[in-house]
T-cell receptor
Framework: EAQVTQNPRYLITVTGKKLTVTCSQNMNHEYMSWYRQDPGLGLRQIYYSMNVEVTDKGDVPEGYKVSRKEKRNFPLILESPSPNQTSLYFC???????????FGPGTRLTVT | AQTVTQSQPEMSVQEAETVTLSCTYDTSESDYYLFWYKQPPSRQMILVIRQEAYKQQNATENRFSVNFQKAAKSFSLKISDSQLGDAAMYFCAYRSGGGSNYKLTFGKGTLLTVNP
């Protein structure tokens, strides 16, 4: 089944403890992206990747890192999480940047 | 920068009736794409419909159709014969057709309630 998977789905952590949210797609998509969703703000892009080893900042990249060493994986790294990073995170992918994006199931992150 | 505005934070409709969700956007580009995504309580983001700006014909997908008014920069979603399963948050989204990033710019969403 073609899909975008994210792990973990739920995470509660403490300020400053490094964490990684994984994202994987099995559709051989070139384009991948991370968004965060906050009440009243819709979804905002954090980082995106046009292909392997090609990543760039979105609208709200502060406090996040990403890497794209393999085509299928696009992990989101929070080196030192803070409470303002409490949010719902979505990974998305598309065959090419111009095609529609398919979303993972979301990761609910709480930073205390 | 492009912006997307959904002026209706909440809407409700009776089952089997028709409802229209509004979306306007601001852009100086001529090549772009517009989308409606649905987010049910499961939180999954589901693509409902897409519209290419260069196409004059309005997109349709079964009970879902759009009214795309390019000059007015308006992109409304019409849901016909509403069903209980249509209850969800609906997001309008814009994507540039060129440039170095193909991010989706989202509106803040419209929460649709379907009453039995």
């Amino acid at each position: 089944e073609a899909q975008v998977t994210q792990n973990p789905r739920y995470l509660i952590t403490v300020t400053g403890k490094k964490l990684t949210v994984t994202c994987s797609q099995n559709m051989n998509h070139e384009y991948m992206s991370w968004y965060r969703q906050d009440p009243g703000l819709g979804l905002r892009q954090i980082y995106y990747s046009m292909n392997v080893e090609v990543t760039d900042k979105g609208d709200v990249p502060e406090g996040y890192k990403v890497s794209r060493k393999e085509k299928r994986n696009f992990p989101l790294i929070l080196e030192s999480p803070s409470p303002n990073q409490t949010s719902l995170y979505f990974c998305a992918s598309s065959l090419h940047a111009l095609y529609e994006q398919y979303f993972g199931p979301g990761t609910r992150l709480t930073v205390t | 920068a492009q912006t997307v505005t959904q002026s209706q934070p909440e809407m409700s409709v009776q089952e089997a009736e028709t409802v229209t969700l509004s979306c306007t956007y601001d852009t100086s580009e001529s090549d772009y794409y517009l989308f409606w995504y649905k987010q049910p309580p499961s939180r999954q983001m589901i693509l409902v419909i897409r519209q290419e700006a260069y196409k004059q014909q309005n997109a349709t997908e079964n009970r879902f159709s759009v009214n795309f008014q390019k000059a007015a920069k308006s992109f409304s979603l019409k849901i016909s014969d509403s069903q209980l399963g249509d209850a969800a948050m609906y997001f309008c989204a814009y994507r540039s057709g060129g440039g170095s990033n193909y991010k989706l710019t989202f509106g803040k969403g419209t929460l649709l309630t379907v009453n039995p």
